[in-house]
Every structure is written in structure tokens, then in C-alpha cells.
């Protein structure tokens, strides 16, 4: 048994239970969305798949889309892509999105899992850090299950949810750009105006909380994104 997580985006209600059950079975957590809005939704919602599984038709948004804004967020998770289309066009579609491997159906589903094994045997596992702990940020400590920022004082913040994933996400990539469009899908689950004017006003209160530490600084990248940037 292993602890590897998969999701699985099919609208086919037959073959997404049994590809659900078939993964289960062989030891894997095994996530299913019905549509393409719901495998965003869900993506979205965790941070440690191994693995995402995709149909290319499906109602509301296809595969080929969600591709996309996955590879906004993660550049490196595994994608496999189920197509009932042998095209040539769709292949290179599929590959040109950053997919790992592609099965036109009706496929194997032991094939499939033999395909699952190889990928993930040569990606390299992701660092996780998932900050279930205090986080030393210059004086402060950050405690992200609480949504509590504390400075050496021990005066606290707490910390509205989107502040809190805010923080995180900066903390995830600390002296590295953010790409502000990035932030937005992950935390917000679209990139629109109103919600970019939104993000400003959190990352506003985030300077505002980290001020009395002159090493501590939220950059802004114009045009491109953030970055937290904490001196020596």
C-alpha cells in the first residue's frame, strides 16, 4: 500500500467508477470529478497530487482547458490524458500542454496503471512543506493552521482566510517570483479583474502585518507578480 493521490477527471459515470475502484484497490487515494469545473475545484483544494488523470470531452470545461489552468499552478504534477479522439492533432494538443502520456479508448485499464507506475516512478517527488508548524519569518512566526501571525512581542494577527493562503503561497516561495496569475487560480480559482483588485488589497494587509520587520519585504514585479523577499 502506498499514499500516492490521484485525481480523476471523467464524465463517463461507468468508467469513472471503475477506474476509481480498479486504483483504489491497488492501494492509491483516489479523488473523481464528474466535469472539468469540478477537477479544477478539487485540484485546486489539495496541494499534494501525484497524479491527475483527465478526460478531453467533458461538459463545462474539457480537458484540454483544464490542462491549462492546472499547469498555471504546477508545472511538474504528471498529467495523463483519456481521449476517445486518435487524432493527430489532438496528440500533439495533448503533449504541447504539458501532458505525460495519453490513452485513446477503449484502453486497458491495466495498461493505464502500468503507464500511473512508470511516470511517477521517474517524476521527482515534490518538497512539501506544509506548514502545519511555526514558520520563522524574519521576527515573526507563522502558524498557517491557526491563521495566526505572531512578532517577537507575541502581539498576534489573525488572519482572514485568503490573507492566510496568501501568506502561505509566499511562504512556499520565499525569495522566488510568484506569478500573480498563478496566485489568483490557486487562491481565488480564477485570474478575473475583480479578483486580481481583491488580491491587492490582501497583499496590502500582509505589508501592513510584516512592517515592523525592515528585512521583510512583498515586492511587487510589475506586469508579472510577487515576491517575498526576506535579507540577511
Not at 475545484?41 to 484540454?64: A, C, S, T
Not at 485513446?104 to 485499464?109: D, E, G, H, L, M
Not at 520563522?136 to 512578532?151: R, V, W
Not at 479583474?193 to 500582509?206: F, Q, T
Amino acid at each position: 500500500m502506498h499514499n500516492k493521490r490521484i485525481l480523476i477527471v471523467e464524465d463517463d459515470p461507468n468508467l469513472g467508477k471503475i477506474l476509481n475502484e480498479f486504483l483504489s484497490a491497488k492501494g492509491y487515494h483516489v479523488m473523481l470529478a464528474v466535469d472539468g469545473e469540478e477537477g479544477k475545484e478539487k485540484f485546486l483544494n489539495k496541494d499534494d497530487w501525484n497524479l491527475i488523470i483527465l478526460d478531453v470531452m467533458m461538459p463545462k470545461k474539457d480537458g484540454f482547458s483544464l490542462a491549462k489552468d492546472i499547469r498555471k499552478v504546477d508545472k511538474n504534477i504528471p498529467i495523463i490524458f483519456l481521449t476517445a479522439k486518435s487524432q493527430k492533432e489532438n496528440i500533439i494538443k495533448a503533449f504541447k500542454l504539458g501532458g505525460d502520456d495519453y490513452l485513446t479508448k477503449p484502453f486497458s485499464i491495466e495498461e493505464l496503471l502500468v503507464r500511473m507506475e512508470a511516470i511517477m516512478k521517474r517524476t521527482p517527488p515534490q518538497k512539501k512543506n506544509k506548514l502545519d508548524d511555526n514558520f520563522e519569518l524574519g521576527n515573526y512566526t507563522y502558524i498557517h493552521n491557526q491563521n495566526l501571525l505572531l512578532d517577537n512581542n507575541k502581539n498576534e494577527h489573525r488572519l482572514t482566510t485568503k490573507e492566510n493562503e496568501l501568506l502561505k503561497l509566499f511562504c512556499l516561495n520565499v525569495n522566488t517570483k510568484v506569478d500573480r496569475n498563478t496566485a489568483l487560480i490557486k487562491i481565488w480559482g480564477d485570474d478575473s479583474y475583480y479578483n486580481a483588485r481583491s488580491m491587492d488589497v490582501y497583499i496590502a494587509k500582509l505589508r501592513k502585518y510584516l512592517k515592523d520587520d525592515p528585512k521583510i519585504e512583498i515586492k511587487t514585479i510589475h506586469g508579472h507578480g510577487f515576491k517575498l523577499l526576506i535579507l540577511d
